[in-house]
């Protein structure tokens, strides 16, 4: 039988927000790829390979948090910007 200390119950409680908050991450980041793709033009992988060159994907890990709360129109603009301020000319 496994006994859990509140220690351990609160270590185990914030692994778990942690992993929620992971998988939001992901799951966020993998969407503004896609919308950045069909908004420009471009299929998935062109489009990670171009936000991977410019700082988009740095950006996105970065900042994910206050984009999600944005309207996606502004997120994709704002990765634009992004990655035209580091030399992107799509």
């Known amino acids: ?5 509140e220690f351990d119950m609160e270590a185990l409680q914030h692994k778990r927000e942690l992993d929620k908050e992971m998988q939001n991450k992901m799951l966020y ?3 503004m790829i896609t919308v950045f793709a069909r908004t420009y ?3 998935r992988q062109k489009a990670y390979l171009y936000l991977e060159k410019y700082g988009g994907l740095d950006f996105l890990n970065e900042h994910w948090w206050a984009l999600h709360t944005d309207n996606t129109f502004w997120a994709v603009r704002d990765l634009y910007e992004v990655c035209y301020e580091n030399g992107g000319l799509k």
């Open 41 to 43: 033009k471009m299929n």
């Open 1 to 5: 039988m496994l006994i859990f200390n």
């Open 29 to 31: 980041i993998a969407f």
